[in-house]
């Protein structure tokens, strides 16, 4: 696992643990992650002749690669953006090419989609010109992922995440960040000041369902998979004006101020829900988690880490 401290690569980390035992999945990422998450490795992604000895030491023979800069952090320093998310997905591509991994997953995003895309229900083959560094980095991952797949034959699979929410850390860098934001705001009784506007919908998911997603995907057989660019992935889709109704329906006295930042053009660049038919299709994909069930779990596991 690259990246594997970040929102979606520790929970993903323990999921495979539980899957694989906790030894024979690696935890790398350029800082120190949470103290249960042996072994860990640090791994500067750019580091090619570090990937490929961590390889052949450990025998890994699967990468998940979820090393990235994120939408809103990628606007300060595009050139670093692209660097970090396009090379360390080459250094692997490469290392399945030659051969020493036979699989890899690629996390893509809804940041993939821009103002030329349908924004209701955008369907899976759409033109992709987003207006971030992050998008562009990730449009291309993909077609370096099918390339990879049409020509060298690597197994390559990757879904286009939506913003996701969970209760196991708190995302920085992103711009779907609110929806984690406001649950610890509004649990230790401040009011959340959020950067993008009420009226803002933005495709989402729960972070078991975006585990559930990556370990079906990963474990589907070869021939059913289709998209070898990245499967559009749905759940819900919701504005910061519904998720603050549906907290407060349990945390009455929650607050919330409105204070849209350039954040906000992010957002209005990207869709508003996804079809995401062609995962359901051809490797089974279902959602468990709607706004109201989502809400209710992240009241619950957040309360009960504050209760210690
Ligand atoms: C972000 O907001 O940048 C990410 C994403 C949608 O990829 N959460």
Redesign the pocket.
């Known amino acids: 696992m690259t990246g594997a401290n970040g929102q979606i690569g520790r929970v993903l980390t323990h999921a495979l643990r539980e899957q694989h035992g906790q030894q024979n999945v690696i935890a790398s990422d350029i800082v120190q992650v949470a103290d249960d998450n042996e072994p860990y490795l640090f791994l500067d992604i750019l580091n090619e002749t570090r990937l490929y000895e961590i390889v052949e030491d450990y025998q890994i023979t699967q990468v998940y690669h979820l090393a990235a800069i994120?939408?809103?952090s990628g606007e300060w320093n595009p050139l670093k953006t692209w660097n970090i998310n396009l090379n360390g997905l080459l250094t692997i591509l490469n290392l399945a090419k030659d051969g020493k991994i036979n699989r890899v997953f690629f996390p893509s995003?809804?940041?993939v989609f821009g103002k030329t895309t349908p924004r209701v229900n955008t369907p899976q083959d759409v033109p992709l010109v987003p207006e971030t560094i992050?998008g562009v980095s990730k449009v291309s991952g993909e077609l370096l992922c099918h390339y990879y797949h049409q020509k060298y034959g690597v197994d390559v699979r990757s879904v286009r995440?939506?913003?996701?929410i969970g209760y196991q850390s708190v995302?920085h860098?992103?711009?779907?960040?609110y929806a984690v934001e406001i649950f610890h705001s509004v649990l230790t009784g401040e009011a959340y000041k959020c950067f993008l506007a009420p009226d803002t919908y933005l495709p989402m998911m729960y972070i078991s369902d975006a585990i559930r997603a990556t370990l079906e995907l990963m474990s589907a057989p070869s021939e059913s998979i289709k998209t070898r660019t990245s499967y559009n992935l749905s759940a819900m889709s919701f504005s910061p004006a519904e998720i603050y109704a549906e907290i407060k329906k349990i945390i009455p006295a929650a607050e919330i101020e409105y204070e849209p930042d350039f954040r906000q053009e992010i957002a209005a660049s990207?869709t508003e829900s996804i079809d995401d038919s062609a995962a359901r299709t051809d490797w089974n994909w279902q959602p468990e988690y709607d706004l109201e069930k989502m809400v209710r779990d992240m009241i619950e596991k957040i309360s009960d880490q504050m209760r210690g």
């Not at 995440?161 to 996701?164: F, K, L, Q």
């Not at 860098?173 to 960040?177: A, K, L, N, Q, R």
């Open positions: 994120l939408s809103a995003t809804i940041a992050y995440y939506p913003g996701i995302p860098g992103g711009t779907t960040d990207w």
